[in-house]
T-cell receptor
Framework: EAGVAQSPRYKIIEKRQSVAFWCNPI?????LYWYQQILGQGPKLLIQ????????DSQLPKDRFSAERLKGVDSTLKIQPAKLEDSAVYLC???????????FGDGTRLSIL | KQEVTQIPAALSVPEGENLVLNCSFT??????LQWFRQDPGKGLTSLLL?????REQTSGRLNASLDKSSGRSTLYIAASQPGDSATYLC????????????FGTGTRLLVSP
């Protein structure tokens, strides 16, 4: 079975610019997660989708971050405008159902100059 | 608010040693606890999942234990190998609310030949 696909793998932008990340979950997985992992820390959940509806976005900085999951499959995460503290790895994960084991992509490493 | 702590932050051992990684959590109302492995530049790979009603899980050279009442879990790695070098993360899932995973900061393990 194909894993969770993420692109791009790396992105370098200047502060105040915008950036978008893309995630394609494992086929048939209803639940999709976006995590932020700052260097030296564990991943922090930003947003969780169940099909194309948001289940939990309590830790998403909504003034600059947005995410969507159209048609309940692929998802995009956007940052606009980016700040220096947004430098991190953004991980996407998916699971068959909400409490099932999560499968992670390799992440997008974002550097803000 | 659930907080997860991992000790030590880094560990360096010679090949063949048995070792123990520690994870502690502040809220014992958990649904399950999971140990992950993260290689540099990669996503997370699930190693072991312990349900709240279980005391331990084993997979090959790995054994994870759970003491929910004291808020502790250990990951035991027998006969370590250089290929075990990675960052190990534990994560707990609450048994209420959105049941999101809360991660520790990880233990970076280096096994020398």
């Amino acid at each position: 079975e194909a894993g969770v696909a993420q692109s791009p793998r790396y992105k370098i932008i200047e502060k105040r610019q915008s950036v978008a990340f893309w995630c394609n979950p494992i086929s048939g997985h209803a639940t999709l997660y976006w995590y932020q992992q700052i260097l030296g820390q564990g991943p922090k959940l930003l947003i969780q989708f169940q099909n194309n509806g948001v289940v939990d976005d309590s830790q998403l900085p909504k003034d600059r971050f947005s995410a969507e999951r159209l048609k309940g499959v692929d998802s995009t995460l956007k940052i606009q405008p980016a700040k220096l503290e947004d430098s991190a790895v953004y991980l996407c994960a998916s699971s068959l159902l909400r409490n099932q084991p999560q499968h992670f992509g390799d992440g997008t490493r974002l550097s803000i100059l | 608010k659930q907080e997860v702590t991992q000790i030590p932050a880094a560990l360096s051992v010679p090949e063949g040693e048995n070792l123990v990684l520690n994870c502690s959590f502040t809220d014992s109302a958990i649904y399950n606890l999971q140990w992950f492995r993260q290689d540099p530049g990669k996503g997370l790979t699930s190693l072991l999942l312990i349900q709240s009603s279980q005391r331990e899980q084993t997979s090959g050279r790995l054994n994870a234990s759970l003491d929910k009442s004291s808020g502790r879990s250990t990951l035991y790695i027998a006969a370590s190998q250089p290929g075990d070098s990675a960052t190990y993360l534990c994560a707990v899932r609450r048994n209420t609310g959105f049941q999101k995973l809360v991660f520790g900061t990880g233990t970076r393990l280096l096994v020398s030949p």
